[in-house]
């Protein structure tokens, strides 16, 4: 049961996503009449969001290949298990920071930080 967990429930969707996500990169960059800094922020994002996904659901789903071959849970399946439910703060949290308005917030935000942490410090 856990091999066929493994890959019907993850390999097989990966390798569709990645094949999905790689074409759309292809397509993207063979566009002509797309600004270069939106087909780069787009395919940033697509990078990120594939990032995260394989970062976050490969350690569970290959926990039951090897709880299929070892024949018991791998210790650390529950850590596996807590990074691949991380992936549903994480994907909001990629796609917030991908607008231009959060970012030039974010930016002066910090701007604002360390220009009060530089007058703190000649005081």
Not at 20 to 38: E, G
Not at 74 to 92: E, G, H, I, Q, Y
Request: proline share 4%; net charge positive.
């Amino acid at each position: 049961m856990r091999l066929e967990i493994g890959v019907t429930q993850f390999f097989i969707p990966s390798i569709i996503t990645l094949f999905c996500y790689i074409n759309f990169i292809r397509i993207l960059m063979s566009l002509p009449n797309i600004q270069k800094k939106k087909k780069q922020r787009a395919i940033g994002l697509a990078i990120a969001t594939l990032a995260n996904f394989c970062i976050c659901f490969a350690p569970y789903n290959i926990s039951h290949i090897v709880g299929f071959v070892q024949n018991e849970n791998p210790k650390w399946r529950v850590d596996a298990l807590l990074l691949s439910t991380f992936n549903a703060t994480l994907d909001p949290v990629v796609f917030y920071f991908t607008s231009k308005t959060v970012q030039k917030t974010f930016v002066d935000f910090l701007a604002a930080i360390f220009l009060k942490l530089g007058k703190n410090m000649l005081m």
